[in-house]
C-alpha cells in the first residue's frame, strides 16, 4: 500500500488526534506528554487537510522533527503517526514510507498548531 492510500484509509477511522512532545524515535506515544488533542469532526478535517495535501518529497529530511501527530481509532488505539518537520514537512509513518510531505498551506499549519499552548514557538 502506498502513502497515499494508506492515509485515505487511516483518516477515515480517526476518532481524535493528539499531539504530542518529541519527534522521531521519542518513545511509545502512549508515554508521550500531550501538546493539544483535536476531537471535533472539523477540527480533525482541518488537520487531515493541513497534513495531507501538498507533495511528497519521495524522500525525507534527516531531522527527527519537533512533535508528533498521533492518530486514534473508536477505541482509542493509535493507528497512525506523523513527525512534523519546520512547520513545511510531515513525515506519515516515516519509517515505513520514507516519504515526507512538503505541506501546501505551512501558515495554516503554524496557525493551526499554535492554538496549542505548548506549541506556539512553532508558529510562523
Sequence with gaps: MNVEAWLEEVWS???AACV???GEGEGPLDKRRILGEAFDTAELARLRELTTTGEFTGDIC??????TIGLLDVDAEWIGQASVHGLDGVSWE???FRNDLTVADPEGLGRFLSRYPGLRRLST
Excluded: D, E, K, Y
Design 13 to 15: 477511522r480517526t476518532r
Design 62 to 67: 534527516r531531522c527527527r522533527g519537533s512533535v
Design 94 to 96: 516515516r519509517h515505513r
Design 20 to 22: 504530542l512532545a518529541g
